[in-house]
């Protein structure tokens, strides 16, 4: 079956980078679109990144435009979210998730297998 694995999550001090990964296995990596999301307590699900198969496409939500950077290794079936100027407003659970095709890249509800999701903490 299917599994998604993060990993690299932990607790950063503000204005620090960090490096989440996600491991996949039991699909064709390199046909699918991957997306991270994040969650803080008490708020919805919010769009991070997302990345073709290819690694040719890529898009990130605004609150973290030009600070993260979502790439692939398809040899390794990863993907992975580098997360550079971290603010304390990034502080949530990231999960990673798999889509086979993809018409709202934005919408978590077009995708179809969810990792379980690694925590970050930035404190200021």
């Known amino acids: 079956q299917v599994q998604l694995v993060e990993s690299g999550g932990g607790l950063v001090q503000a204005g620090g980078s960090l490096r989440v990964s996600c491991a996949a296995s039991?699909?064709?990596?390199?046909?699918?679109?991957m997306g991270w999301f994040r969650q803080a307590p008490g708020t919805e699900r919010e769009f991070v990144a997302a990345?073709?198969?290819?690694?040719?496409?890529?898009c990130y939500g605004n609150s973290v435009k030009g600070r993260f950077t979502i790439s692939r290794d398809n040899a390794k079936n990863t993907v992975y979210l580098q997360m550079n100027s971290l603010k304390p407003e990034d502080t949530a659970t990231y999960y990673c998730?798999?889509?086979?095709?993809?018409?709202?890249?934005?919408?978590?509800?077009?995708?179809?297998?969810w990792g379980q999701g690694t925590q970050v903490t930035v404190s200021s």
């Open positions: 998730a798999a889509a086979r095709t993809l018409s709202k890249v934005r919408d978590g509800r077009a995708y179809d297998y």
């Open positions: 039991g699909l064709t990596f390199s046909t699918y679109y």
């Open positions: 990345i073709s198969g290819s690694g040719s496409y890529t």
